[in-house]
């Protein structure tokens, strides 16, 4: 039970705990950091083991929270919740309601949306509560475009850094997952005159891409190993891992699924490899600056502008990478700790 | 580590940590219940020896202020905060300014005070921080006369349960300890025409006494075999014993002092004597309203007219605890429990 030990080791500043035993309703508030901004970050609703878990799981989304801000350019810190239990509840009001009250009793420091386990639904009833909230219907709309965008500048970025230049006219690009951010990116990337490789569990969705992009349908076990200048993954975590890592022959990774790396020493083994690597967290922000937007009652075009951003930041991170000799997703966190250490330095001066 | 299973013990609201690890600051925020308003309680600085330690305290603390509050009849909830450390540290400045910004965290769920191991100036680097801090110098000011007044109501009631009439005139009280409460507690007694027989470590505060009340002298270890009407501890903690139960000859037992009873079966053991016991918990209530009336920015007049009304509170539980043969410290949490739930049950019909 020692709390303050776990949340030093990161310096996380705050864990909430909120219990409302005649709802059933148990949720934890992890605030990493606030140097930036207000603490920002979805709400995920999970079966976990014990507290402990939860505990972790709170930690360390929060604080990734903090760096994908940070890098990402936006005034916000880092903060995530967990609601324990099944999230295949009945009652999803009385306990979304709870966890409104939990946001608000926070008075702004902690700003929710979705995530695993959440819908955008379960959001209104948080709205009943709180305005501290985003992702909500009708307000900023589907992500997805932004999101998408994002991804697609992000390559850019990543040619621009192998080749010298960004014009995506002839390359080759392998989508793996064909959902709304697939589906946008892959439009992106057409209207560039890219040659698109793609797959997805669902024909439908392949067929789509197939009949307006011309792209060329894989089985979903074969997208590894195409012969492509950029494998984007649009759906699946952990798809660079022991088992995929012999078989890729691409020049860049670069793609908006979050979690990407199945462990961390795989960012090496790509850098050992030649394989230039886009930071997940960096390159899919697009969502993240989306709700950023709603926040501040932005058009979708500033939103747009706002993602188009993620190209200069994936820039800096491969320079840094380049200059220190660093895999590009531990050059992304230095850029983010700076950033962080250098907004808190400034504020302490005016203390 | 099943922090929910500790919190669902007794219903607790809202479990905070508070980590400033640059400051080397680290606090806890328990909210107990705020059914009845916002939650308020003390800070206590202490050296624990784990976190566990810590945060038990801070459970069983806030929830005692719930009951404190509710059976006072004031419109707060239980809340109350710890910091773990050395209370000697010497940059109390740095300390008490992240402790504030911990409290200005919940926007007004919590709001502190001074306790155990901090003081009203310590108070003062909190105010820098949060609104949400009384007990503030030049404020509502010493609080023991109002204290003190609330003790003299209590025990004019606990003699009009004996005895069927409130008049103080020629009863016997012997007073343990003579700080600011008990010199404030022998004058209105006094005033009333009680006959005092005294106690304390400081000679000094003896001597005051005598000269300007008549009170009689006894060495410190003497008092608890005195021959009077009530006995009314003001300094000491646990005084009711397994040691001094065999002495004990007073009929009455009501005074200032926090957490009387050794232990809770001592509180079956007075009731078993037949010597009535005002639950010091609501007959100390007066510091707690004085606070209040800051809050509110009552004159000192009506601070000391609400402190009065501590006279029918214990009147109401000794009542009960006679109707339903009860010793009087299990009553007073039945009517504070009462209370809570009556609010609680409209609050649910207005949902």
Same mark, same amino acid.
């Given at each position: 039970?020692?709390?303050?030990?776990?949340? $030093? +080791? @990161?310096?996380?500043?705050?864990? =909430?705990?909120? !219990?409302?035993?005649?709802?059933? /309703?148990?949720?934890?508030?992890?605030?990493?950091?606030?140097?930036?901004?207000?603490?920002?970050?979805?709400?995920?609703?999970?079966?976990?083991?014990?507290?402990?878990?939860?505990?972790?799981?709170?930690?360390?989304?929060?604080?990734?929270?903090?760096?994908?801000?940070?890098?990402?350019?936006?005034?916000?810190?880092?903060?995530?919740?967990?609601?324990?239990?099944?999230?295949?509840?009945?009652?999803?009001?009385?306990?979304?309601?709870?966890?409104?009250?939990?946001?608000?009793?926070?008075? $702004? +420091? @902690?700003?929710?949306?979705?995530? =695993?386990?959440? !819908?955008?639904?379960?959001?209104? /009833?948080?709205?009943?509560?709180?305005?501290?909230?985003?992702?909500?219907?009708?307000?900023?709309?589907?992500?997805?475009?932004?999101?998408?965008?994002?991804?697609?500048?992000?390559?850019?970025?990543?040619?621009?850094?192998?080749?010298?230049?960004?014009?995506?006219?002839?390359?080759?690009?392998?989508?793996?997952?064909?959902?709304?951010?697939?589906?946008?990116?892959?439009?992106?990337?057409?209207?560039?005159?890219?040659?698109?490789?793609?797959?997805?569990?669902?024909?439908?969705?392949?067929?789509?891409?197939?009949?307006?992009?011309?792209?060329?349908?894989?089985?979903?076990?074969?997208?590894?190993?195409?012969?492509?200048?950029?494998?984007?993954?649009?759906?699946?975590?952990?798809?660079?891992?022991?088992?995929?890592?012999?078989?890729?022959?691409?020049?860049?990774?670069?793609?908006?699924?979050?979690?990407?790396?199945?462990?961390?020493?795989?960012?090496?083994?790509?850098?050992?490899?030649?394989?230039?690597?886009?930071?997940?967290?960096?390159?899919?922000?697009?969502?993240?600056?989306?709700?950023?937007?709603?926040?501040?009652?932005?058009?979708?075009?500033?939103?747009?502008?706002?993602?188009?951003?993620?190209?200069?930041?994936?820039?800096?991170?491969?320079?840094?990478?380049?200059?220190?000799?660093?895999?590009?997703?531990?050059?992304?966190?230095?850029?983010?700790?700076?950033?962080?250490?250098?907004?808190?330095?400034?504020?302490?001066?005016?203390?």
């Amino acid at each position: 039970m020692e709390m303050f030990e776990m949340m $030093g +080791r @990161y310096e996380h500043e705050q864990l =909430v705990f909120w !219990s409302e035993p005649t709802l059933g /309703y148990r949720g934890i508030i992890a605030i990493h950091d606030t140097t930036l901004g207000p603490a920002l970050g979805g709400t995920r609703f999970w079966r976990y083991d014990s507290d402990r878990d939860a505990i972790i799981d709170a930690l360390r989304l929060s604080r990734g929270m903090t760096y994908k801000a940070a890098v990402s350019g936006l005034n916000l810190g880092g903060g995530k919740s967990v609601i324990l239990g099944d999230n295949r509840v009945a009652d999803r009001e009385m306990i979304f309601r709870a966890h409104g009250r939990a946001v608000e009793s926070l008075g $702004g +420091r @902690y700003i929710t949306a979705e995530d =695993v386990g959440t !819908s955008p639904a379960d959001m209104d /009833y948080v709205l009943a509560e709180t305005d501290h909230v985003v992702g909500i219907y009708g307000r900023s709309g589907d992500p997805s475009p932004v999101t998408a965008y994002g991804v697609f500048v992000g390559i850019r970025a990543a040619v621009a850094h192998r080749t010298g230049s960004d014009d995506l006219d002839g390359k080759h690009v392998a989508v793996q997952g064909l959902g709304h951010v697939g589906y946008w990116l892959c439009k992106y990337l057409a209207d560039e005159g890219a040659r698109l490789t793609v797959t997805d569990i669902d024909a439908g969705r392949v067929q789509r891409v197939v009949d307006e992009f011309g792209a060329t349908a894989v089985d979903p076990d074969a997208i590894y190993a195409v012969d492509a200048d950029v494998f984007a993954p649009c759906a699946l975590g952990a798809v660079v891992n022991d088992d995929t890592l012999p078989v890729l022959k691409f020049g860049i990774i670069a793609g908006a699924a979050n979690n990407q790396l199945a462990l961390s020493h795989h960012g090496d083994a790509l850098h050992e490899a030649g394989i230039l690597y886009a930071p997940d967290y960096v390159i899919n922000a697009g969502g993240l600056i989306n709700v950023y937007g709603e926040l501040h009652e932005w058009s979708a075009e500033r939103s747009k502008l706002k993602a188009g951003e993620i190209y200069s930041s994936l820039r800096k991170i491969f320079q840094t990478a380049d200059d220190e000799s660093l895999p590009p997703a531990e050059a992304a966190d230095r850029v983010a700790e700076d950033r962080v250490a250098r907004a808190r330095h400034l504020q302490r001066s005016f203390v």
